[in-house]
Nanobody, 120 residues
Framework: QVQLVESGGDLVQPGGSLRLSCAAS????????MSWYRQAPGKERELVAS???????NYADSVKGRFTISRDNDKSTVYLQMNSLKPEDTAVYYC??????????????WGQGTQVTVSS
């Protein structure tokens, strides 16, 4: 079965850095786009960054220039390098992929999330 396991969340001071990891299994990782989302308390889950099978990336405006998404297909792992962290980056960060089950059905898979807290 599809599994996504995030790690790397922590408490960090403003201006600090963290690297999140998401280890994937149960599907052909190299064939699927991978994404990071986040959800802050009282807010909707939002897309932070995604990376295509070919390595093309896109980012939310709020993180452009500070966050970098990357993938290692040999390790079936996607990363999110977060620099210059701000208090507003505080959220639970989730790994996501969308698996095509049929021509009419795509299923979202999520990890359990990892907490990132940016505070002095």
């Amino acid at each position: 079965q599809v599994q996504l396991v995030e790690s790397g969340g922590d408490l960090v001071q403003p201006g600090g850095s963290l690297r999140l990891s998401c280890a994937a299994s149960g599907f052909p990782f190299r064939l699927y786009r991978m994404s990071w989302y986040r959800q802050a308390p009282g807010k909707e889950r939002e897309l932070v960054a995604s990376i295509s099978t070919g390595g093309d990336t896109n980012y939310a405006d709020s993180v452009k220039g500070r966050f970098t998404i990357s993938r290692d297909n040999d390790k079936s792992t996607v990363y999110l390098q977060m620099n210059s962290l701000k208090p507003e980056d505080t959220a639970v960060y989730y790994c996501n992929t969308k698996i095509i089950k049929s021509p009419w059905t795509t299923v979202d898979y999520w990890g359990q999330g990892t907490q990132v807290t940016v505070s002095s």
